[in-house]
């Protein structure tokens, strides 16, 4: 009896596999997407599968415009919704992958509405791979992602809770926890957020030799501060607050600094992170770091301790934001509207796409936050 030849084989297949050797960029994806128009016009299904998902794969590593890789992305969907089954481990590998870091982006960036965001997600859900028990985690980050950004809590806290029921995966778990423990924060949920990063802290979560415990403990310091642990919170602050900080971690030092009657070191933070402030605030991911910005400056400003004009240090600036650069002058006054602009901006965007005002209200009430403690000392 006569094997049948493999499906993803001939010259099609070949000059795929070259191109896809290549060095990412756009030459590669332009040689795929020649591939792609061969295969249409004399091509069976298999090569259409083949050279779709290359080029799929080729516009999201690295990720470009995204409406390049969502027009790669569209027929790739439809060749799995019609026969999943001829799709090889490769191809469904690849088009795993890429489809995963596409829904991503786009779920922390302005361009899409709430609406047709959610039906991406459940098509995710559709294409997880049979076996791998982490694609199942990546739909429920997904779900937690547009859940945050909506402002549904009880479905974001659900989400958070199946990620974790998935079990840990192989080494470090810390950053894994500590993350979810800052979606709940943001979220306000102080008891939970704690409830979650604290086993972690006693040891319970396994961490790496090498890796740094302290790293995503600073998830808990507005928890800690908000539900009356202000002691606990300096202490926490005191042992993370140096070295380069990201994201929620950035926002929730400048954040505690500012409602501790800490706006020196607050200051200090801030100077230590000009260049990545300076930047677009292009993800809702940082909308939190720039609002928290907004805070501390206004507070330095309202304490009348900083108000001589102060220059922009040199190579601390950044030719694609709209704020800093070499030899600018500032006052802190300016920046907080910079930065309150910023972020009301990309907010309202926000709401028009979504349909919810939630992110507007919520960084709104940051940048508008009083003091917790008049003035804690630290550590």
Known sequence: MLTPPHPFTGRIHTEVRAGMAMEPGEARAERLERLVARAEADGGPYALIDTRVAYLYARCHPFGRPEDALAALAPCLELYRAAPERF?????????????????TMLVGPGQR?????????????????????????????ELLLEWRVGNVAAA?????????????????????????GFLADLGRDAEAIESLEPALTGSVPVRED??????????????????????????????????????????HLEFCARTGNEERGREILHRHLEPLADDLGSILRIREYAAAALLCRRLAESGRWDDPWTWPEDNGTAGGDIGGDGETWTYAELHEEFRDDVLSLADHMADSDGTACIRERMGALMDAGPIVAHLPLP
Request: proline share 4%; charged share 30%.
């Open 88 to 104: 090889g481990e490769w191809h469904r590998d690849r088009f795993w992958e890429s489809f995963r870091r596409l829904t991503l």
């Open 114 to 142: 709430a609406s047709w965001l959610r039906a991406v997600v459940d098509d995710l859900r559709f294409c997880r791979r049979p076996g791998h028990r982490t694609d199942m985690e990546d739909v429920h980050l997904a």
């Open 157 to 181: 806290e659900e989400a958070i809770r199946l990620i974790l029921a998935c079990g840990p995966r192989e080494g470090n778990q810390w950053g894994r926890v500590g993350a979810l423990a």
């Open 211 to 252: 890796g740094d415990p302290a790293r995503f403990a600073d998830h808990l310091l507005l928890p800690y501060l908000r539900t009356g642990r202000a002691e606990e919170a300096g202490a926490l602050h005191a042992r993370t607050w140096r070295g380069r900080l990201t994201g929620f971690r950035l926002a929730s």
